[in-house]
């Protein structure tokens, strides 16, 4: 137009009003919606994670109080599947040991027993001695071996009520 002059465009506020409002409106919708969008995945995400979280938590727990049959499952997450698989080598390791104790304590309970009896059966013959103060000792003898026969039953009862379900 040349030096001077001046172009005013003018739109009447009435007009430009209703188009503002709904400009606002739409970015009101796309904010909202990605707000809740991203609410929706990161809910959705945390329970991807924590429910596996809770299952191995729960499987330990299982574990501590003895159940070392139970399976211990992969989900898919490095992480927590690392932590699974070492959870589950030490429950197998946990189980051999069990299961070796308690072969042990068998074998050892059987040995003693053998032995006990040994002596009882010598004790009880000497039972049948003239001299009363051999018959004494004999049947002291006797007494302490049926004492200490009790408790290797005790014991052996006791490591199995304490044992774990395998």
Do not use: C, F, K
């Amino acid at each position: 137009l040349g030096q001077g002059y001046t172009l005013t465009l003018a739109v009447p506020r009435s007009e430009v009003r209703s188009t503002q409002l709904l400009a606002l409106a739409i970015l009101g919708l796309v904010i909202g919606g990605s707000v809740a969008g991203g609410a929706v995945v990161a809910l959705i995400t945390a329970r991807r994670l924590t429910e596996p979280l809770t299952q191995v938590a729960g499987r330990a727990a299982a574990m501590a109080r003895g159940d070392l049959r139970s399976a211990w499952p992969y989900y898919g997450i490095d992480e927590l599947d690392r932590v699974t698989a070492a959870l589950s080598e030490a429950n197998s390791e946990i189980a051999r040991r069990l299961e070796r104790e308690s072969q042990i304590i068998g074998n050892v309970s059987h040995q003693l027993r053998s032995r006990l009896t040994a002596i009882q059966l010598r004790l009880d013959e000497l039972t049948l001695h003239s001299d009363p103060e051999v018959v004494s000792e004999a049947q002291e003898g006797v007494a302490q071996v049926e004492r200490l026969a009790a408790e290797l039953d005790e014991l052996v009862s006791a490591s199995r009520a304490e044992g774990v379900t395998r």
